[in-house]
């Protein structure tokens, strides 16, 4: 859902729908991946008939065919199944950390961009002091204080994303206040807080878009890793981190890893080229 | 001692003319060349001949490939471009030559002298180190010899410290000696051929008269063909012999230079000769007149900017931006400010909107005094006072259709009901000459003339009395600025508005201006009225401004005979 | 050494205590204040099994029945002076915990570096040099096909190939010369290509730069334009890039270490996350700030003096050209 109207945001006239719409074959097919793993995470039942939680242990570690495309685990579970069942944790936690990381980053770093002086003095050294912190280990204290949960997992994976947020904008926003046309909206009687909402905002917000995007597929990569090391939820949960996991014990049949791990690579690799493509065609 | 006497030869060889046998064929002969770009052809069939010891202008406006043919000469084309047709040098195709035997001809048989001089040198490697590259061109083995032909050559293009340029960093060079650098450069290991792409567009009006002597010196002295790439019909006619007349990659006409230039047979040739302010002194004098006549009244100045003075501190060293200047402008006159970079004519401005403070003086617009006031009271001056930028590529919001950004004014001023704006702006978008049909276009999809014509607009819509014009048509093609030159002078005409002209381009205030200042070095050297300033200046720095307007008649300096172990005038560096 | 930089190189050594301490601050802040009191319900926790005796001694010795605002004050002057108090589970000082395991979480990560910035060198020098026809494409794919590969996943991969397969390394012999090695490769990997990824963006700009046309006009060939003109200008930039990925690199050896069945640093944050044993995690935490300060000041402090066009004026670093604001496009590399 989001990455629709993400589209219609950079293609507000029909001028540039058209130019929209004329996208490389590559960026295509990684939307139709994107929208795949939406309605994986929205509809699950409708893309499997088997169960994520009750395997039948008869059929345990079975290689994939074509009546388990992802073969079946240690219990007998359909892989394919866990992995479509567990996208929608995977992907909505992805989306939380950056809206965490969007609206808040964005808060600060327009604050600081905007008021200058000492407010952006006070707020850059904040951002340094989070920036200074490895961003794995500020997630993994957060997490650690706050609880072993999926939900947890994406809320610290989006404090550690604040500090890009808040410096990409700041540096968008001082970028745009210097630009001739906001001196120009002043020279037509614009107000501060006008100018600032209908001219710096929208200009500096362009280049946010393709780094929210970029930290999407970010956070996804950053939240299975939290899951792998088990500081999200703990199974029968099927997080593509601790799917991988769980496969990691049983090397002798690969596909327990190579198959989520694919899907994985697969989600962000196309969330990756999509965010280029916003990028390019600004 | 031996190498001594090397040097002394190999200087004696660098600098005196050995008259090669002239065969019949030219050095450069350019047949049915086309470019293209992907699907898109910038050059179509273009064909000339450039003969030895001669020079050639490829002159036209941005689009019209003149770039894109010396690139093609010069095998720069960037990657995805394709060029069919032939360019003989010396009789060889050097579109058919492999790479590897091309190599060989760079530099030492054609050399380049590009269009930005900032851009054209490494920035973190010395100036010398990149020298080295062009004397190890001359095939001179001994390193002391080729840094000492560097630094006589350095002497021999006017910079005043060789050694030092040697050791410099590119940035800490000003553009002018860059490009003294560049073309030093390019003549070091004596090319047959130099291809100069816009030598001095990105230089002052003064430098760029230096330059262009210096170039059409060296060109006669070393007897080098010259290719020049420009934009502008009177240093073209100034400094060649043979025209090349390009538009959308097509040539219109070409010919003996003095033939095209005193009377072109192409209509677009035509045009572009009546387009360039330097050849056509007169062309907007009835409309100046008329604006004049119809609304000139014995009323107090519109403007009045007295004894005002503004010191900026940068890095600790105090800089007097302006200092102690003064004018006053009549109603429904132009006056313009005139000087080249950091003249102080841009500050001069931003104190007259209220942008800056000046540390003394006094500025009042319309009787209202500017100086002093908080941003909430500048509104009201704003009201009556607008200001058209520079560069339409950065002055208008690009998320905006154009519509709204002429609305803008009207909607923040509270001006009449939203019925009564939307026919302002239809008002103003008409008054300016651009189609309706723009109004729901964003300024992304519109070219450079038409953003300018809607950021006129958008400074007329309020209907203020006072416009301020910062080099409102330096960043567009010459046609497109007759274009709003016209547009301007008309408005003027009809409305009795009063401008404030800032320009570096003296040829063209003195075609719509009524009154001149001429600023150096944040002073005022000297004013009064166009006829008397351009007819009769005062101050050495008018007279030198003056001369760099290039007249379309060809240089006296090429017309003397050369002789044969010419020495260069050392001038001040730029 | 100017005046100027020298009082630049003061100013930005303030920055990096300040931001130091601030660092430290703001890690208690958040372990001990945020919900949830993982204090003493691990303490409480009777799988624990302490006695009430031993928790109210536990909890006398950590300060923890002072208010927040001394246990804070008591922490920070301990940690400037050295001290970083006692782990609440094996009653150790922390700094000898830390010790114990360091040396061989720094074999791992500078090995790390090393292969990331082999890596990043080969593939980015090598599109300059492979012709578009033979496998420039997949080298230019490297970067966006590592930047989207979990780490943990390439650990995993190499193990099950060269492990398994090859039988190359054992994983039960963690700390072998090749255990190491591969281990290194897969926290290198990821990071060389945040570093590739700018290399390249960097060679292809200054590819396109006017002095490279001019120079190219002065007869010099590929490879020489390469040595002499594109290598230095597009590398520079790089030195920041790799002080920026310390960070990385300190969070990624806490996956690899746990992939690899290695002991360090990585393995203490997991057994010190487990048992939320606080005063180890604040001390490992801050310890990664330590270091990401120290080693970006010291990328700050070099940039001056490799690359000649910055100015140092009033005390700030400065650069005359404009091209060279990092774009969205390498955001990644530059900020995480």
Known sequence: MTFASNLTLSASTRNSWAEALRMPAIVALSFVVVATIIAWSVAPQLFTTYSPVIGVPADKLLGPSTAHWFGTDHLGRDLYARVVYGTASSVSSALVAVVIGVLAGGFIGLLAGFLGGWVDVVLARLVDVLLSIPKFLLAVIVVTAIGFETINAAIATGVSAVAIFARVTRAEVIKTRQATFVEAAFLSGGSRWYILWRHVLPNASRSVLPLAVLQFGESILVIASLAFLGYGDPPPASDWGLLISIGKDYLKWPWLVYAPAFITILTVLSVNRISRWLRKTD | ?574 | MSNAYLTYAAKRLGQAVVVILLAYVFTFVVVSILPGDPITSVLRNPQNGFSEEEIAEIIAAQGLDKPVIIQLWNSLTGFLTGDLGMSMRSNRPVSTLISEVLPSTLILASVGLAVALILAIVVAYGTRFLPKRYGQGLLRGFPSLFLSVPNFVIGLVLIHLFGFQLGIFRVINPDSFWATLFAAIALGIPISAQIAEVLIANLDKEAEQEYAAVARSRGLGQARLFAKHLLKPASLPVVTVIALTIGELLGGSLITETVFGRTGIGSLVQRSVSTQDLPVLQAIVSLGAVIFVLVNLVADLLYPLLDPRVKILGGQKRRPTTADEPSIGSTKAVTS
């Open chain 2, 1 to 574: 001692m031996a190498s001594q006497d090397r040097l002394t030869d190999t200087l004696i060889r660098a600098i005196t003319i050995a008259p090669a046998p002239q065969p019949a064929a030219p050095l450069l002969r350019v047949d049915n060349l086309s470019v293209s770009y992907g699907r898109q052809d910038v050059v179509h069939d273009v064909g000339f001949e450039l003969g030895r010891g001669k020079s050639l202008a490829l002159i036209g406006e941005s689009g019209s490939g003149k770039s894109t043919i010396a690139r093609a000469v010069l095998r720069l084309l960037p990657n995805g471009a394709r060029a069919s047709g032939a360019v003989q040098f010396n009789e060889q195709n050097l579109l058919a030559l492999p790479e590897r035997r091309f190599r060989p001809l760079r530099g030492r048989q054609i050399g380049f002298v590009p269009q930005d001089p900032g851009n054209a040198l490494n920035p973190v490697r010395t100036i010398g180190v990149q020298a080295m590259e062009a004397a190890a061109l001359t095939d001179e083995p001994s390193v002391a010899i080729r840094r000492a032909l560097i630094l006589d050559t350095f002497a021999k293009v006017g910079l005043d410290n060789p050694q030092r340029a040697y050791d410099s960093y590119p940035h800490q060079l000003s553009g002018g000696m860059l490009q003294r650098v560049l073309i030093g450069l390019a003549v070091l290991p004596r090319p047959a051929l130099l291809v100069a792409d816009e030598p001095t567009s990105a230089l002052d009006v003064t430098i760029q008269k230096r330059i262009l002597d210096l170039l059409s010196r060296l060109q006669h002295d070393l007897n080098i063909s010259l290719l020049l790439i420009t934009h502008d019909l009177a240093i073209a006619a100034e400094r060649t012999d043979t025209l090349v007349v390009l538009k959308n990659g097509v040539v219109q006409e070409a010919g003996k230079t003095s033939a095209v230039f005193s009377s072109p047979s192409s209509a677009y040739a035509r045009k572009l000769h009546a387009d360039v302010p330097a050849l056509n002194p007169d062309r907007y004098a009835r409309l100046r007149e008329t604006g004049l006549r119809l609304h000139r009244t014995e009323e107090a100045p519109k403007i009045e900017v007295s004894a005002v003075t503004k010191k900026f501190t940068v890095d600790g060293k105090v800089l007097t931006a302006v200092n102690d200047i003064s004018f006053a402008v009549a109603p429904g006159t132009t006056h313009a400010l005139v000087g080249e970079s950091g003249s102080g004519k841009t500050t001069t401005i931003r104190l007259l909107l209220g942008l800056e403070e000046p540390d003394s003086g006094e500025i009042s617009v319309a009787g209202e005094q500017v100086s002093g006031r908080s941003r909430e009271s500048l509104r009201a001056v704003w009201r009556h006072l607008q200001l058209v930028y520079q560069n339409p590529f950065t002055s208008l919001d690009p998320t905006w259709t154009v519509e709204h950004l002429v609305r803008e004014p009207l909607d923040r001023f509270k001006i009449g009901t939203s019925k009564e704006r939307a026919e302002q702006v239809r008002q103003a978008i008409a008054n300016v000459g651009l189609d309706e049909h723009l109004l729901t276009r964003k300024p992304g999809a519109l070219s450079g003339g038409q953003r300018q014509r809607v950021a006129i607009a958008r400074s007329l819509v309020l209907k203020p009395d006072v416009i301020v014009l910062d080099e409102p048509t330096s960043a567009l093609d010459v046609s497109v600025q007759a274009d709003i030159v016209e547009v301007l002078l008309s408005l003027q005409a009809r409305l009795g508005l009063t401008y404030v002209f800032v320009s570096h381009d003296l040829a063209l205030v003195r075609q719509l201006a009524h009154t001149v200042s001429v600023m150096q070095r944040g002073s005022i050297v000297e004013h009064g009225t166009v006829a008397d300033i351009f007819g009769n200046p005062q101050h050495p720095y008018t007279a030198s401004l003056l001369a760099s307007i290039p007249g379309g008649i060809a240089d006296p300096v090429r017309m003397t005979h050369p002789k044969p172990r010419q020495v260069f005038r050392k001038e001040q560096i730029a």
